[in-house]
């Protein structure tokens, strides 16, 4: 368990425990460009590593599907301005105190708590891992999705997907999280098939 106020390896991986047997892709990169967009595309594409050397997930790492196609599951990642111009309006920011649950929801089978077992029962768990994770993005740090949502301060418990989505990959549905700071780069992607 994470030491009070103290973000590190051991408690980083075990937040991330929140994903698992889930597809689900964690991945942390350095800023390393203006346009943060660029920095989104080098994630996807696998071109950088955590700048912590802390764990990173990658479901599809080894998969015949990657083998195939070296950007699976993605279907194309931004690496120019112009890919940045286009992906911009693909994605809206999302105020920080809405974040925490859509950390959660990425780690809930068909992104839906309702049909979740034992929702109730596992919800601070699940929560204690999502402010893990948020922990390691300070005040400043400024977050993106592709979901939809309607009102000031969306709950992704109650609303899941139903606000649409704007999918980057293969799947028929696919949600995620950019975090962008100063210092890092972070994206946060649950691929759904229904």
């Known amino acids: ?60 790492e080894g998969e015949d599907e ?9 279907l194309a990642t931004p690496s120019t301005p112009e890919d940045a111009e286009r992906y911009l309006p693909r994605v809206r920011e999302l105020s920080r105190s809405s974040v925490k649950s859509l950390v959660v929801l990425l780690g809930v089978l068909g992104l839906d708590v309702a049909k979740t077992w034992r929702w109730e029962e596992r919800r601070p768990e699940m929560e204690r891992r999502a402010d893990v994770i948020l922990s390691r993005f300070p005040r400043g740090t400024r977050f993106y999705t592709n979901l939809g949502w309607k009102g000031d301060r969306p709950d992704f418990y109650e609303q899941g997907t139903w606000g649409g ?10 949600a995620g999280l950019i975090a962008v700071n ?6 946060l992607w649950n691929f759904l098939s229904t």
């Open 182 to 187: 100063d210092n890092e780069v972070a994206v």
């Open 165 to 174: 989505y704007d999918p980057f990959s293969h799947y028929d549905c696919d």
């Open 1 to 60: 368990m994470m030491e009070e106020g103290r973000l590190d390896a051991r408690s980083w991986s075990d937040a991330l425990k929140l994903y698992e047997r889930l597809s689900t892709f964690v991945a942390v990169a350095p800023r390393t460009h203006d346009e943060w967009w660029l920095d989104v595309g080098e994630v996807m594409r696998l071109e950088t590593r955590d700048p912590r050397g802390w764990e990173s997930i990658d479901p599809y």
């Open 66 to 74: 990657r083998r195939e196609d070296p950007l699976f599951p993605w």
